[in-house]
């Protein structure tokens, strides 16, 4: 039924733009510019050789802009203009949904290859069929990648002429393996995808294997190309006093000293380790949101259980991916303020401070959504109800932690506001706006996440390990010593310089990895072989749930689209920070509201996109179609049999 | 009667209604467009007293000296050193460098001196990014000594840079 109205509509709106096509053509025939009856008798009395005045006008006319035209010296336009949108907004939103897909193909062979590798491992074909369900999305979305990717190419030679030669200038050695990459990667994952079954299990991860390695390959290159726009330079102890000196890979007029300088720029690895991380969070989510899609579409119970499985597996792995990116985004924030200061400030206290309450927010959000899918799942298992006591004390937390993150240091304010406040931060929650407040925070929300993640893991076993008391008591002073660590150095900062408080992150941040670490390696063993007090049942899980999934995916390519806002953002009037000007009327940065807009409008683009795509891989699960045969959903064939 | 949404439009629901929310945030809070810093204009006819006023302008500006770098009468947690008074003390910061001799260094040469208990960090303010004049540091130097201190830059005052 729901294919014929797709096949019915697909029919209403063909006609309707054959209708619309032809509507359009007869207007403008209709409205060219014809010679009046009057002026055609009036020019057959006078014969061919001569011209009525207004005739003689336009050959006039043309003739001198045909003169013109001539004696006009050739000059390469600097910038061409894209009418209402404006140049910057068409390859922001095209830099954007290129991205996006890329993020989301680079991501799905990764964690489809570990899947598929599991199953390997343990025998079990149901990882094997996973792993299958995850690449079936690839195939669509390979090709929305390249196409964006070829729009944005054309879009920036058209619309940015001087400055995309300029990249071209430093990059081009770097585009033929780019091609050629790019080649093998198609070759990879057509061979990977369509290879399903028909290679051996070793053959079949090797072609995985290499589709990963060749695409992460690429976008380290790609990642080289974006990156020197913000840092054209690296980091090298050239004077040999043991502190790092800044290396210009180009010179004060844009002239390429060291391809290799531009290509291993300063912020690239950070740009590489935060990309890696937040694409495999990126695609569990959106391969979870496919999952949900197929859940709350199934009629079945086997398949309700297949797609809950399916969006649990989607959602652990962005959570799993989701909790060191902050990490790594401190690390890239570390690297932007010791490649210049300047830049930093900008991104914290200056005109981006209130991005990062936006961005606290969306954080939140992720944090809170996944927790409360973990919840929900907890109805999956018998003796959910026994950790369901905790819940109340992790939102305390989580919410906490949320306000506490979302509180800026200093804010744009009105100056009524200075006056009222006595300066550009507010006197007392500018203290939570501080960076030991803030990794305070994010700490002890990755922390009560992961304490979430466990209770869950939990529900519906029973350890049967001989020294399960000593070693559950273990975990809880691991967890309780890193989390009183965190909070010890948090307010410990307040009453230290500067300098010794930047430093207080690192072992807040080693507290934490070490204690998921120990907690983990403890876990393994404790709840190896335990005993289950309950069948776990996949499928039994609220509606609601799926739609907390894809909120979550929602929310992460929401967040996406403004992290990719402030990185360029950053640059402001530059095109190469400190190197190339930006010339153009968009020679500024945007205001939040109107960058929020353009996000917006790229994530609903997007969703649109990645709605075709899941469409398009939930076909290949379809029968095939039979003259006469009743279809899946007992509806009726125009022509055929009833069901 | 209970009301049934059906499942796609639940989704449009979801998706429009999550976007349209984060947009809402975004118009919600303070709106700012950042343009490049106008130009400020400099003469040859500029007293000492001119130099301060157009120098106090080019630190919240294109020198980006007080845009989350340094502060004027704050105490606390600070990530630069607070500049009140600077003017006074800056002739005995560093054995062996005049007041100007000073103050020019740390605008060249920023990283020859760190105040302790402060990171390093500062760009040489006549590079780019920020890539203010001579000229102009001469007046952001009038400043500084105004902050403490009794000005007496001009625009003929040798830096040594």
């Known amino acids: ?643 | 009667m209970k009301l049934s949404v059906p499942m796609p439009l639940r989704l449009v629901l979801l998706v429009l209604g999550t976007t349209a929310f984060y947009m809402y945030l975004g118009q919600i809070v303070p709106q700012k467009e950042s343009h490049p810093p106008p130009p400020v204009l400099i003469n040859a006819e500029m007293t000492t007293e001119d130099l301060v006023a157009v120098g106090a302008e080019l630190a919240s500006g294109k020198g980006q000296c007080l845009v989350g770098c340094h502060t004027v009468g704050q105490s606390g947690p600070l990530r630069y050193p607070d500049l009140d008074g600077i003017g006074g003390r800056a002739a005995t910061q560093v054995d062996g460098l005049s007041e100007l001799e000073y103050l020019a260094q740390s605008l060249y040469e920023p990283a020859a001196f760190i105040v302790p208990g402060f990171a390093d960090g500062m760009q040489a303010i006549n590079q780019p990014p920020i890539n203010l004049s001579d000229d102009e540091i001469k007046a952001v130097i009038a400043w500084l000594q105004s902050l403490g201190g009794t000005p007496n830059v001009t625009l003929d005052t040798d830096l040594g840079y």
């Open chain 1, 1 to 643: 039924m729901t294919r014929n109205r797709i096949l019915f509509g697909i029919g209403v709106l063909a006609f309707v733009s054959v209708i619309v096509t032809v509507r359009l053509g007869g207007f403008l025939v209709d409205n060219e510019y014809r010679q009046p009856d009057r002026q055609v008798a009036a020019q057959e009395e006078l014969g061919e050789a001569e011209l009525v005045p207004r005739q003689q006008g336009i050959a006039d006319e043309q003739a001198a802009d045909e003169a013109e035209a001539r004696a006009r010296p050739y000059e390469e336009a600097e910038y061409r203009t894209v009418p209402f949108v404006g140049s910057r907004v068409t390859v922001w939103v095209l830099a954007q949904l290129h991205l996006l897909f890329a993020a989301f193909v680079l991501a799905v062979p990764l964690f489809a290859f570990i899947i598929e590798f599991v199953g390997y491992v343990k025998k079990e074909e149901r990882y094997n069929k996973l792993a299958y369900e995850f690449t079936k999305l690839l195939s669509v979305s390979f090709s929305m990648t390249a196409t964006f990717g070829a729009f944005l190419t054309f879009a920036l030679i058209i619309l940015y002429p001087k400055f995309t030669n300029y990249l071209m200038h430093i990059f081009s050695p770097t585009f033929l393996p780019y091609v050629l990459l790019f080649f093998l990667e198609a070759l990879f994952l057509y061979s990977y995808y369509y290879g399903w079954g028909k290679f051996g299990p070793k053959m079949h991860l090797f072609l995985g294997f290499m589709l990963n390695v060749v695409g992460t390959a690429i976008m380290f290159i790609a990642n080289a190309w974006l990156t020197f726009m913000m840092s054209p330079g690296k980091r090298d102890d050239i004077d040999g006093d043991g502190v790092p000196d800044f290396v210009s890979a180009v010179s004060e007029s844009g002239a390429l000293l060291s391809l290799r300088d531009a290509f291993f720029n300063f912020t690239w690895m950070p740009i590489n380790i935060h990309r890696i991380i937040a694409n495999v969070a990126f695609g569990g989510s959106i391969a979870a949101a496919y999952a949900a899609f197929r859940y709350l579409q199934a009629k079945t119970d086997e398949e309700r259980a297949h797609f809950d499985w399916m969006g649990y597996v989607g959602n652990f792995v962005a959570i799993i991916a989701f909790l060191p990116l902050p990490f790594a985004g401190y690390y890239l924030a570390a690297e932007i303020y010791a490649f210049s200061q300047t830049l930093g400030i900008q991104m914290m206290g200056g005109t981006f401070s209130w991005l990062f309450v936006l961005q606290a927010a969306l954080i939140g959000n992720l944090f809170l959504g996944a927790n409360y899918y973990l919840w929900l799942g907890m109805g999956r298992m018998e003796g959910g109800v026994h950790f369901q006591k905790f819940i109340k004390w992790l939102l305390i937390a989580i919410a906490l932690c949320f306000a506490v993150w979302a509180t800026p240091r200093y804010a744009i304010s009105s100056v009524s506001e200075i006056a009222a406040m006595g300066g550009s931060s507010h006197p007392q929650l500018s203290y939570l706006g501080q960076m030991s407040a803030k990794n305070t925070a994010v700490n002890i929300l990755i922390l009560s996440t992961y304490m979430s993640f466990l209770l869950y893991r939990r529900t519906g076993r029973q350890s049967i390990h001989p020294h399960r008391q000593l070693l559950t008591r273990a975990q809880a002073i691991v967890f309780s010593s890193a989390a009183a660590l965190v909070i010890f150095y948090g307010v410990y900062g307040y009453f230290v310089d500067s300098a010794t408080r930047i430093r207080f992150a690192i072992p807040q941040v080693y507290s934490v990895l070490a204690a998921l670490v120990v907690i983990t390696v403890i876990d393994l063993p404790l709840y190896r072989n335990a005993a289950q007090s309950g069948e776990t049942k996949w499928g039994r899980i609220p509606a609601v749930s799926q739609y907390a999934l894809i909120f979550i995916a929602l929310s992460f390519t929401w967040l996406m689209g403004l992290m990719g806002y402030v990185r360029s953002g950053l640059r402001q009037e530059w095109h190469v920070y400190g190197v190339i000007l930006d010339t153009s009327p968009d020679a500024y940065t945007p205001s939040l509201g109107f960058a929020t807009q353009v996000v917006s409008v790229t994530v609903l683009i997007f969703f649109g996109l990645i709605g075709v795509v899941f469409w398009l891989s939930s076909l290949s699960g379809k029968k095939d179609y039979a003259p006469g045969a009743a279809p899946e959903d007992g509806g009726r064939i125009e022509g055929g049999q009833a069901a």
